[in-house]
């Protein structure tokens, strides 16, 4: 792998370029996100895991986001 990418609601968050392709969400966030990770390889190939939904009540941050 090359990088991983971290979106929340379809903004870019992180990207990373090293093993083990991991992004700390250490934000505030309520209610109802999107949240998307996207891999690439060296030769720009890509794979994503799709939108998925999720609901939390995180007033004060620290929710992780693992590459799937």
């Given at each position: 792998l090359d990088?991983?990418?971290?979106?929340?609601?379809?903004?870019?968050?992180?990207?990373?370029?090293?093993?083990?392709?991991?992004?700390?969400?250490?934000?505030?966030?309520?209610?109802?996100?999107?949240?998307?990770?996207?891999?690439?390889?060296?030769?720009?190939?890509?794979?994503?895991?799709?939108?998925?939904?999720?609901?939390?009540?995180?007033?004060?941050?620290?929710?992780?986001?693992?590459?799937?």
């Amino acid at each position: 792998l090359d990088r991983a990418e971290f979106y929340v609601d379809g903004v870019l968050k992180e990207t990373t370029t090293s093993f083990p392709y991991t992004w700390r969400w250490d934000e505030k966030a309520m209610f109802k996100h999107t949240l998307e990770a996207k891999v690439y390889d060296s030769e720009g190939n890509n794979v994503s895991t799709g939108p998925m939904n999720v609901f939390l009540f995180n007033p004060l941050g620290g929710i992780e986001k693992t590459q799937p």
